[in-house]
């Protein structure tokens, strides 16, 4: 490994942050930018007991309430916007259906079992106040690791444009962030996998100062009367959304990105398609048929 490159695992994923020579304190940098992210880990990711989204969990229908200090305010305030701007489809307590369903993505539930699931669905039942957070009804269950996780990237980025790098890239499974290009010039480059024919190809897109985010995945879908449907479920029945399988967004920062790619890919494919065209941002995305759509399609 590379002194000023470090690799490790966070929010259950793989993580890796590489830096231009700064002053000689690149060492310094990577393990500041290390401890920032396991901060947040522990203070928003589900898979830890004591953060703020477990023990909001942990209290739901109790009538206690979570604490929330400014930057978790700030958090849920994005992912309530995100959730408006969706027409009530980006819903985070969602989460609870995935039980209903294998791995494959298939249903296993009855439909009395899934009616019983979604009762326990709904944003609008995490109740916000001076004292704190707290989920009205005992079951519900929210997860906001997909929106901490570019929020924790652009984070760390700023951390590493305050102490004046010029040259950087962290990435985080889906999502990815760069400060200007490489330290010998060259450009950085994503790598995604696209539908060819039967199989799927490697792209490779530039990614200079920029953010990036991909949502959904067209190799794991489900098959219902001879369609392919992807993994994100719907909060008003619990079945499988008819919309975009993949969704690739660039912006000026990942959790812009972030955004965009998550609420597109919960839109019919015909809405999402002219929802992402109307925004000016470069785009890609993979509809049922798996065929690519946007502009990212001939530039990558």
Request: net charge positive; proline share 3%; charged share 20%.
């Amino acid at each position: 490994m590379k002194k000023n490159e470090i690799r490790f695992r966070a929010f259950g994923r793989a993580c890796r942050i590489a830096i231009g020579e700064s002053n000689g304190a690149s060492t310094d940098l990577l393990e500041t930018c290390q401890e920032e992210l396991s901060r947040l880990e522990e203070k928003f990711s589900t898979h830890v007991p004591s953060s703020i989204p477990s023990q909001i969990n942990q209290s739901s229908g109790t009538g206690s309430y979570t604490p929330l200090d400014a930057e978790a305010r700030s958090l849920f305030h994005y992912v309530d916007a995100l959730w408006g701007e969706s027409k009530h489809v980006f819903d985070p307590t969602t989460r609870i259906i995935s039980n209903c369903y294998d791995s494959s993505g298939k249903l296993l539930a009855s439909q009395d079992q899934l009616a019983k699931i979604l009762k326990l669905v709904g944003w609008r039942n995490l109740e916000i106040s001076s004292k704190g957070a707290h989920l009205a009804n005992a079951g519900m269950l929210i997860d906001l690791n997909s929106c901490v996780r570019p929020y924790a990237l652009d984070s760390l980025r700023k951390i590493l444009l305050k102490h004046g790098v010029k040259n950087a890239l962290i990435e985080m499974d889906q999502d990815v962030v760069t400060i200007g290009k490489q330290l010998d010039g060259a450009n950085w480059l994503v790598g995604v996998r696209i539908p060819k024919g039967s199989s799927a190809a490697i792209m490779r897109l530039k990614l200079n100062h920029k953010g990036f985010a991909l949502r959904g995945n067209f190799e794991q879908t489900t098959r219902h009367e001879g369609e392919h449907f992807g993994r994100a479920l719907s909060p008003v029945d619990g079945q499988a959304i008819p919309g975009l399988l993949s969704v690739i967004v660039i912006a000026e920062n990942c959790l812009t990105a972030c955004s965009v790619a998550s609420i597109a890919r919960l839109k019919t494919e015909a809405s999402g398609i002219k929802w992402l065209e109307s925004l000016g941002l470069p785009w890609m995305a993979v509809d049922r048929q798996l065929k690519c759509h946007g502009p990212l399609t001939v530039t990558g």
